[in-house]
């Protein structure tokens, strides 16, 4: 029998971090899932869909998953105004991470991020030194053309026509429940810098430092970034240092992979990898495409 996720609520300096948790008894290893913007742990436990949930899929298969509330989201709401700095938002989620485990974390820690979450995910890869592996979806190094122009006026309170449907178009790759906003959260200020920044400086800044295996799942129907061979051949070129880069294509999927009716298919892809990570079997060419 399995553990089903359950809310978290741990202090960090003083600071309420919350999250969902499903803890295995015997963690062959720790995942760590962060969220995208204006939105919260919940998507990585798809509501009334278990089927389709990360956190019910890894904790069967015998990992510790935890899905955090990022720095301002959550408890940590009205502490938002304090995590402009980027060390301040990975000191504090790694410190809640550690307090959650609190005893034996298997292997190590894998990170998985989307979308905006792939700030916060990257920088935590490169700041501890029991990171296993990495996961990132969501994001890019260059806009679409659709996306440029709405991805540039949107803000914490400015939601502009066109950005729903980059995010959740087509809308018959997702459950009809989570089309109804159940899963939305109020932004955070810093992220207007994070994406301001994000894709110009600090993508290739800390992907240059990653040093464990890193794999980059791209949705057939991403409509935010630009996807073609020479855009995902730069990415992986970002992780010069990483020991083995690995694109993975997941079909009849959007922008929010881990809430499409194909979820529970592309998580599966992610656990695949986190046992490779864990046993070290990458190949040895740097840049494998996988379309499954």
Same mark, same amino acid.
């Given at each position: ?20 948790v499903a803890q295995a008894e015997d963690p062959r290893a720790v995942i760590v899932a962060v969220h995208g913007g204006a939105t919260s742990a919940a998507y990585f436990d798809c509501p009334g869909r278990p089927e389709l949930s990360l956190l019910h899929r890894a904790v069967a298969a015998g990992f ?9 989201y959550g408890t940590s709401a009205a502490y938002a105004g304090e995590f402009s700095d980027p060390a301040r938002r990975v000191a504090v989620t790694s410190a809640a991470v550690d307090k959650i485990v609190s005893g034996s974390g298997g292997a190590g820690v894998f990170v998985l991020g989307h979308s ?29 053309? %659709? ?28 459950? %009809? ?18 994406? %301001? ?21 791209? %949705? ?73």
């Amino acid at each position: 029998m399995t553990a089903a996720p359950r809310p978290r609520v741990v202090l960090v300096d003083g600071i309420p971090m919350s999250g969902l948790v499903a803890q295995a008894e015997d963690p062959r290893a720790v995942i760590v899932a962060v969220h995208g913007g204006a939105t919260s742990a919940a998507y990585f436990d798809c509501p009334g869909r278990p089927e389709l949930s990360l956190l019910h899929r890894a904790v069967a298969a015998g990992f510790t998953a935890i899905a955090l509330d990022r720095p301002g989201y959550g408890t940590s709401a009205a502490y938002a105004g304090e995590f402009s700095d980027p060390a301040r938002r990975v000191a504090v989620t790694s410190a809640a991470v550690d307090k959650i485990v609190s005893g034996s974390g298997g292997a190590g820690v894998f990170v998985l991020g989307h979308s905006a979450g792939c700030e916060l995910a990257l920088r935590l890869a490169t700041a501890r030194d029991d990171i296993v592996g990495v996961e990132l979806a969501g994001t890019g190094l260059r806009y679409s053309d %659709a996306a440029k122009d709405i991805i540039a006026s949107a803000t914490v309170t400015n939601r502009p026509a066109g950005l729903r449907d980059l995010l959740w178009e087509p809308t018959e790759l997702y459950p %009809a429940e989570v089309l109804t906003g159940a899963l939305s959260a109020p932004g955070v200020a810093y992220e207007a810098e994070v994406t %301001a920044n994000w894709a110009r400086r600090d993508f290739p800044a800390v992907a240059a430092e990653v040093r464990v295996p890193v794999q980059f799942s791209i %949705a057939e129907h991403e409509k935010v970034w630009q996807t073609g061979p020479s855009a995902v051949a730069a990415i992986a070129g970002l992780f010069d240092a990483a020991p083995h880069v690995q694109v993975n294509e997941v079909p009849a999927s959007g922008h929010n992979l881990s809430v499409g009716l194909t979820a529970g298919q592309y998580h599966g892809q992610v656990l695949s990898f986190i046992e490779e990570c864990i046993a070290g079997t990458q190949g040895r060419d740097r840049v494998h495409v996988e379309a499954s």
